[in-house]
């Protein structure tokens, strides 16, 4: 059995799948032998046991090493526990986690990897409409908010970007997902540009994924105050038990731009 994925018509990825293990509400899981279990949401794979530190280690530490002190994190769409489980390597840190998709929540169950991180006292957790909670959530609340999106659910009013601005404290900054540049340059764009309107430092950064087309991958940061280079906490970044794939040197690295690609995109980075 064949797991096709493509994003345009000049390109696909397949991957052998031994079964599948969960079905339910669009969210879907297979047993890949070699990739591991693959995690599937409305027929889009968005990450493997094999690649899921690449993702959620690059995504979170990122985040969490970029700032000065980050004490209150909230996580949009964290119901896999992939993200918070990241988080809770750093001790003092207490987080807030919103899901929209209960089917999620249950694949988690069955993924098996990072469910219990949800039940941490740390943790906060609540399925309900994310655009709804940041809507209602306290002004200046959160050092740190990571939108673990998919879609561009979060882009399509300006109004949202302007909630996470809100709820952010004066020196706080927001991760998110920001697509390919690959494959999908205007809506990589349309991430950064969405940032741009409410925060002083945008910049994109990459990390591998081994089971999305391409195999490249990009988040994108904005801050309204620290700068993910070069106000980066080295002894956080390197000292943080746990780690398989993060470190200080790539945390940098990860930031790092073609010239080419640079200058198609210089109108949208801010550092």
């Excluded at 050092?143 to 809100?166: G, S, T």
């Amino acid at each position: 059995m064949w797991l096709t994925q493509g994003v345009i018509d000049i390109v696909k990825n397949e991957y052998n799948v031994k079964e599948k293990l969960f079905d339910q509400g669009g969210v879907t899981i297979f047993d890949s032998g070699y990739f591991g279990k693959i995690l599937v949401e409305d027929d889009q794979a968005l990450y493997c046991e094999h690649d899921s530190a690449m993702r959620h280690e690059i995504l979170a530490h990122t985040a969490m090493c970029s700032h000065e002190e980050p004490k209150k994190v909230l996580v949009i769409d964290g119901g896999d526990g992939a993200v918070v489980s990241e988080l809770l390597k750093h001790k003092d840190v207490i987080i807030d986690v919103v899901e929209r998709d209960g089917d999620i929540v249950d694949a988690a169950q069955v993924f098996g990897c990072y469910e219990k991180a949800l039940e941490e006292e740390r943790v906060s957790f609540r399925i309900c409409d994310t655009l709804q909670f940041l809507a209602d959530a306290k002004e200046r609340h959160y050092d740190i908010v990571i939108i673990n999106r998919f879609d561009e659910l979060y882009l399509d009013d300006k109004v949202v970007m302007a909630h996470v601005n809100r709820i952010l404290t004066e020196k706080g900054l927001v991760v998110m997902d920001a697509g390919s540049q690959l494959f999908d340059m205007s809506g990589h764009k349309e991430v950064l540009s969405a940032l741009c309107n409410e925060f002083k430092i945008v910049m994109p950064f990459r990390y591998t994924s081994m089971v999305r087309v391409g195999g490249e991958q990009w988040f994108a940061l904005g801050s309204k105050f620290f700068h993910p280079t070069a106000d980066v906490n080295l002894q956080r970044a390197d000292l943080t038990d746990g780690l398989t794939w993060y470190n200080s040197d790539l945390h940098i690295a990860q930031f790092a731009l073609p010239t080419a690609t640079f200058n198609l995109l210089k109108e949208y980075i801010r550092r």
